[in-house]
């Protein structure tokens, strides 16, 4: 069971629009900055946002990160089939546990 | 920025296992490492982190007690000593890099991650 709650698997057609949910609580995303990975089949995965909303040089800005209160949300816009990946969230927990945490991931589908 | 893991395999239940991971491209003590698992089918799961000193460290509470992490500085090398291997402990393992050389809420993402090395626990 991941900390972090992402849905299992999103889909939409190339060219359009999708975003994916990460849900926490105050001792993670409601308190610290979010992350968000992308990860081919067989690959390592790739920072693709960090603190929230900023995009590693050579992440193109179709890729944007949001985030509100204890939830953050992931878009990509104008789909391609190169897109089609697990993607996870991340964040620093605190506590006596401290440690980054992520989401269960999602697999997104371009049809 | 080059991180190359190397030890994984395959070990019985309850035997030991030693990870390294070889940086390069960077000024290495300069930046926390961490190691990240991810199961086979399965999502990513924090392991250990360790401050570009050294001085701190953390673990997730599934290894704390079992493994331990270490970086030797003058080499550039990221280590994770394994005992008391379980089952549950069978996945790839990821040598990653952190933004600055704490490790923790103030810049907590992960920048730069190598191959991985599979470890499968079975008897």
């Known amino acids: 069971q991941s900390v972090l709650t992402q849905p299992p698997s999103v889909s939409a057609a190339p060219g359009q629009t999708v975003t994916i949910s990460c849900s926490g609580s105050s001792s993670n995303i409601g308190n610290n900055y979010v992350s968000w990975y992308q990860q081919f089949p067989g690959t390592a995965p790739k920072l693709l946002i960090y603190?929230?909303?900023k995009r590693p040089s050579g992440i193109p800005d179709r890729f944007s990160g949001s985030k509100s209160g204890t939830s953050a949300t992931l878009g990509i816009t104008g789909l391609q089939t190169g897109d089609e990946a697990d993607y996870y969230c991340g964040a620093w927990n605190n506590g006596l546990s401290a440690g980054l945490v992520f989401g269960g991931g999602t697999k997104l589908t371009v049809l | 920025v080059h991180l190359l893991e190397s030890g994984g395999g395959l070990v019985q239940p309850g035997g030991s296992l030693r990870l390294s991971c070889a940086a390069s491209g960077f000024t290495f003590s300069n930046y926390g490492m961490s190691w990240i698992r991810q199961a086979p089918g399965k999502g990513l799961e924090w392991v250990s982190g360790?401050?570009?000193?050294?001085?701190?460290?953390f673990y997730a509470d599934s290894v704390k007690g079992r493994f331990t992490i270490s970086r030797d500085n003058s080499n550039s090398t990221l280590n994770l000593q394994m005992i008391s291997l379980r089952a549950e402990d069978t996945a790839v393992y990821y040598c990653?890099?952190?933004?600055?050389?704490?490790?923790?809420?103030?810049?907590?993402?992960?920048?730069?991650w190598g191959q991985g090395t599979p470890v499968t626990v079975s008897s």
């Open positions: 360790i401050t570009g000193s050294g001085a701190n460290i």
């Open positions: 603190d929230n909303n």
């Open positions: 990653t890099k952190w933004p600055a050389r704490f490790v923790g809420a103030t810049r907590p993402w992960l920048d730069s």
